[in-house]
T-cell receptor
Framework: QKEVEQNSGPLSVPEGAIASLNCTYS??????FFWYRQYSGKSPELIMS????GDKEDGRFTAQLNKASQYVSLLIRDSQPSDSATYLC?????????????FGQGTILTVHP | GAVVSQHPSWVICKSGTSVKIECRSL??????MFWYRQFPKQSLMLMAT?????????EQGVEKDKFLINHASLTLSTLTVTSAHPEDSSFYIC?????????????FGPGTRLTVL
């Protein structure tokens, strides 16, 4: 069974700090990795996608992927109160699950002023 | 680009009735759309993969006769919850792969909140 694990939190950081969100996955055949942000009562919004080992930066967000360790993370620099949300890690594998996303349970992030 | 809409945004119905939810890709064509369900304080669970012009593929444990999916065009997929019961109350979200971003990149609709009385 394919699993994606996240620390449910809540993770609380002060405004301006770096928030670090982590995710591990069980399927070594996974090829695509995503971070989505979900505000309460809303649907997920794509933040980052990453496909190869290493870091990928987009503005205040950096995704890190380590396929050997089956680990993907998201760093949010200069955290803002508007970043307070649930962050969902999603993984897509190859084979019969191609195209399907498996989500982690999400990490609740709170950025306090 | 990559806008996905859903209608209705919320619906309240009586137990035993059927509810249809529409999912549209507004600025792109989507051969494949996905339907998810999310219960309060839980993550998204994939229900089925909707394929244009063919039958949907349901995930294990999802009743295909209860959750009818039709993908009649490249921009529209519908989910019909038949004979809805209170336990079907949930947040239903569709998504589509625009095909222009990286592999497997899905963009989500705003969701439909279903309450069955």
């Amino acid at each position: 069974q394919k699993e994606v694990e996240q620390n449910s939190g809540p993770l609380s950081v002060p405004e301006g700090a770096i928030a670090s969100l982590n995710c591990t996955y069980s399927d070594r055949g996974s090829q695509s990795f995503f971070w989505y942000r979900q505000y309460s009562g809303k649907s997920p919004e794509l933040i980052m996608s990453i496909y190869s080992n290493g870091d990928k930066e987009d503005g205040r967000f950096t995704a890190q992927l380590n396929k050997a360790s089956q680990y993907v993370s998201l760093l949010i620099r200069d955290s803002q109160p508007s970043d307070s949300a649930t962050y969902l890690c999603a993984v897509s594998g190859g084979g019969t699950s191609y195209g399907k996303l498996t989500f982690g349970q999400g990490t609740i992030l709170t950025v306090h002023p | 680009g990559a806008v996905v809409s859903q209608h209705p945004s919320w619906v309240i119905c009586k137990s035993g009735t059927s509810v249809k939810i529409e999912c549209r890709s507004l600025d792109f064509q989507a051969t494949t759309m996905f339907w998810y369900r999310q219960f309060p304080k839980q993550s998204l669970m994939l229900m089925a993969t909707s394929n244009e012009g063919s039958k949907a593929t349901y995930e294990q444990g999802v009743e295909k006769d209860k959750f009818l999916i039709n993908h009649a065009s490249l921009t529209l997929s519908t989910l019909t919850v038949t004979s809805a019961h209170p336990e079907d109350s949930s947040f239903y979200i569709c998504s589509a792969d625009q095909g222009l971003a990286g592999p497997d990149t899905q963009y989500f609709g705003p969701g439909t909140r279903l309450t069955v009385l």
